[in-house]
């Protein structure tokens, strides 16, 4: 087998393959062989031996010897590629058949292209790192919400089975109320459609109406008759309603006490699995809070540092790397919507497109920033040499194995976390990229 190759642009490279005659008539034979043992041709049984004549009558020399060509190149296709070095994003598409005995195939083939960066420029460039910090009240706030999603009520003027006292029958702020309402243009005035909201389930001091709303409900009980006058805010949404003053009669149906949840260490062990008390708790959210502003911050300013870095890099990128990219950006969104609850359908039908467009609008954007980056990032590590060490690899596969409270999952990541496992060796790479952006922090 003989080859040659030669580059087309940034991202394709054309190999030329030859092989010698003997091999195509190789080829050909096996290929008149799989049809012997494969086809069904009348008067013969399958599995019979066909003559070769009959074969090529039946099928076709022409498409016989089609056979034999893919045949052959499945063999030295391979072979190919390792002895000019070329290591393909996506197969290599046959560009002609210049010959078949000998044969002689030309491929274009894509590969990875070679990010080209200004080395002056990128040693000018400098990141300022976000700083972040965890306030009280961030973590008070997601207490509140934690304490909101497993709040649920028991109809008020009675004790509830779980024991909650829930005798009170006047409105307090927290209850949930079912009201029917409605607004006019003034006492006794006419109705105004768009303020009639019927057996709507109303939480107090949620927000969910206009300012002054629901404050009108305290105090009040099952089946009175609330009315009163509210004035919409100056910057309202609706243009219509800016500053005006309307009047509601608003009937209240039903009144739900909320139970919200106590913060016992039984509570604690169902959120976190680990039964402690509150103090620790807190500690352990503010901890994740912290996590995950810092890891938001630094995805800022990576993007910014490769935004910096893309305005110095020469850098084309090819059809097939970037519908990989595509692919893989679309399927991390579509698991994203669907653990919310949502389907993918249902969220391409409530953004106005189909799935095609959603990708060419959308994703594509961000699967080509992506790639681009990665890229990048891959010759800048060249360019600067740097490497993580064994030392910062070990303390990487501790952070990672620390998140893990099963004793025998621990084991088992011990034991597989290795050097040459590819979950290593991710690790490994995510370490070297992180000290790579690192580098353009402004000390």
Do not use: C
């Not at 996590?291 to 800022?300: D, F, L, M, S, V």
């Not at 106005?352 to 961000?366: G, M």
């Not at 990487?396 to 050097?419: G, N, Q, T, W």
């Amino acid at each position: 087998m003989q080859s040659s190759s030669k580059k087309l642009n940034a991202y394709t490279v054309e190999l030329t393959i030859k092989e010698n005659s003997k091999e195509f008539d190789k080829a050909r034979t096996e290929t008149i062989e799989n049809i012997r043992n494969n086809a069904s041709i009348k008067g013969f049984r399958k599995g019979a031996h066909i003559p070769e004549e009959v074969i090529v009558k039946e099928y076709g020399e022409e498409m016989i010897r089609e056979r034999a060509v893919n045949t052959l190149l499945d063999k030295i296709y391979h072979k190919a590629l390792q002895k000019e070095g070329i290591v393909p994003v996506s197969a290599g598409a046959v560009k002609s058949v210049v010959s078949e005995s000998p044969l002689e195939v030309v491929l274009d083939i894509e590969v990875l292209p070679e990010a080209i960066i200004d080395e002056k420029k990128m040693k000018k460039v400098k990141i300022k790192k976000t700083e972040v910090k965890t306030e009280e009240d961030e973590v008070t706030s997601t207490i509140a919400e934690i304490e909101k999603r497993f709040t649920h009520f028991h109809d008020a003027g009675g004790h509830s089975e779980d024991g909650f006292d829930a005798s009170a029958v006047a409105i307090e702020k927290g209850d949930r109320v079912t009201i029917d309402t409605q607004g006019f243009d003034k006492q006794g005035g006419k109705e105004i459609p768009e303020t009639k909201v019927a057996a709507f389930p109303l939480v107090i001091g949620s927000g969910s109406f206009i300012p002054g709303f629901e404050e009108k409900m305290i105090g009040k009980k099952v089946g009175e008759v609330v009315e009163f006058d509210i004035t919409f805010p100056a910057d309202y949404h609706s243009e219509e309603f800016k500053s005006r003053k309307v009047f509601f009669m608003t009937t209240i149906f039903r009144i739900e006490k909320a139970h919200k949840p106590e913060w016992t260490p039984e509570f604690i062990e169902r959120l976190r699995g680990v039964k402690t008390d509150f103090a620790w708790f807190k500690e352990v959210l503010r901890k994740e809070i912290q996590a995950e502003k810092e890891y938001q911050a630094r995805a800022k300013d990576e993007h910014n540092l490769l935004t910096e870095l893309m305005a110095i890099t020469e850098l084309e990128v090819g059809p097939s790397l970037i519908q990989s990219e595509i692919d893989r950006v679309f399927s991390e969104q579509k698991h994203n919507i669907e653990s919310q609850g949502y389907t993918m359908k249902d969220y391409l039908s409530h953004a106005k497109k189909d799935e095609a467009s959603y990708k060419e609008e959308v994703v594509k954007p961000e699967a080509v920033r992506r790639a681009k980056a990665e890229l990048i990032l891959k010759k800048v590590r060249e360019l600067l040499n740097i490497e993580a060490t064994e030392e910062e690899v070990k303390e990487e596969v501790a952070k990672v194995i620390a998140a893990y409270s099963s004793d025998k999952v621990v084991d088992r990541l011990r034991e597989k976390l290795v050097p040459g496992d590819d979950y290593y060796e991710d690790i490994k790479n995510r370490v070297t990229y992180r000290k790579v952006v690192d580098s353009f922090f402004a000390v």
